[in-house]
């Protein structure tokens, strides 16, 4: 079968089913181009009632600063080299967001030594739940640990791959220690109640550029006061794109074998 007619196929498949299909299909084949991942983070993070900090992080009941250095925090690595993480995924997802979840995974897989495998009866776990917004803690917690991917707002590759990418310990890259000399946080568009957001952190840099290409990057408009007016600027060149949310990045996944020594 020629890919036009198997696309033509696929689409008179969701036209022929339930709405939610249709939409799926075609959020899936068409780029989303319209909304970056901090926005759409970020909105659909709006109505939660957990405390958030910088948009989507659990605020950690036992760490009171947002550090993930230590072993500690870190998934443990078996003897094979492999660093198995179990989790759960909640029945609410339908069985094509859960291909969507298991696709994001995958690319963990293919390009570091994390394994995601579905829990037996494991202490420490991912349990991937439809909660209000886009959210995760940083780190390994210990115990049942809530991965939120809102089925309205969050089943979107890049967003699953951020969300995942908080919970193996890493933080925003705007927040990176280093990050003064390449983005200027315009303190006068961001909400005073927001600025805490922005707040720079200890973050453990294993050595690697700062990445205006990286999935934790936050988009130029992140907790702007007002539409068009950007809270962060890239510089020397404003022009540069940060934002991103089709998938993790060079050095992203660079990171992740760094941190765990893959
Ligand atoms: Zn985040």
Redesign the pocket.
Known sequence: MTPTVSLLLLLLLGLSQAQPLQEEVIAEDVPDDTMDITTR?LTSNNATDEILL????LAPRTRNAMMCWSQSCQWKKASNGQVMIPFTVSSEFTSWERQKIDRAMKAFHSRTCIRFVPRQNQYDYISIENKVGCFSSLGRVGGRQVLSLNRQGCVYHGIIQ?EIN?ALGFQ?EQTRSDRDNYVRINWGNINQRMAYNFHKQATNNLNTPYDYSSI?HYGKTAFSIQYGRDSITPIPNPNVQIGQRQGMSYWDIMRINRLYGC
């Open positions: 983070i910088e948009g989507d992080l951020h908080h925003h934790m």
